[in-house]
T-cell receptor, first 111, second 110 residues
């Protein structure tokens, strides 16, 4: 089983739509969770951390379900500038702190 | 806040040639540093990480090596490049629980 799995997409949505991505992880001992955004041919950038109680940052809402080992990202009122690849990232909680990245979900927002 | 410098931005190298990619970090001391590779259509693969000067751990046996000669300098090297070494190489520094990435080097081996 892959450590961090995401639907690669692409998700094609019109401006203003609400879109949700899910991600599953294999290690139940994982401790930290993040969503990163990666624009085409650019480095990944931290979008938001994911907290156990769920958290919101403007149009973005992240949720964590430890029992089912999945993480979600909800984007409301999509903008053209939201077009990017969204990477689900998990700290597997081993002795050293390294992050495991999913392959990403591509989002394309059209006018 | 941290700033990570990587260079060059793009590189085209022939098979069998050597490689040296440098990463330097500003705005922090004693960071955990990482080298990742992202091949076309694939996810980020951890290559090396370092928790201090001279301390290197390799995640994937391969044609590459890494060194950390100074606290805020991390170098990725190869003696002889293979076609399969092509990819987007990213240096990262740990910030709290997340990472900050450099702008990356896009390497094409021909």
């Amino acid at each position: 089983r892959k450590e961090v799995e995401q639907d690669p997409g692409p998700f094609n949505v019109p401006e203003g739509a609400t879109v949700a991505f899910n991600c599953t992880y294999s290690n139940s001992a994982s401790q930290s969770f993040f969503w990163y955004r990666q624009d085409c041919r650019k480095e990944p950038k931290l979008l938001m951390s994911v907290y156990s109680s769920g958290n919101e940052d403007g149009r973005f809402t992240a949720q964590l379900n430890r029992a089912s080992q999945y993480i979600s990202l909800l984007i409301r009122d999509s903008k053209l500038s939201d077009s990017a690849t969204y990477l689900c990232v998990v700290n597997m909680g081993s002795g050293y702190s390294t992050l495991t990245f999913g392959k990403g979900t591509m989002l394309l927002v059209s006018p | 806040s941290q700033t990570i410098h990587q260079w060059p931005a793009t590189l085209v190298q022939p098979v069998g040639s050597p490689l040296s990619l440098e990463c330097t970090v500003e705005g922090t001391s004693n960071p955990n540093l990482y080298w990742y590779r992202q091949a076309a259509g694939r996810g980020l693969q951890l290559l090396f990480y370092s928790v201090g000067i001279g301390q290197i751990s390799s995640e994937v046996p391969q044609n590459l090596s890494a060194s950390r000669p100074q606290d805020r300098q991390f170098i990725l090297s190869s003696k002889k490049l293979l076609l399969s070494d092509s990819g987007f190489y990213l240096c990262a520094s740990q910030t709290g629980y997340g990472y900050t990435f450099g702008s990356g080097t896009r390497l094409t081996v021909v």
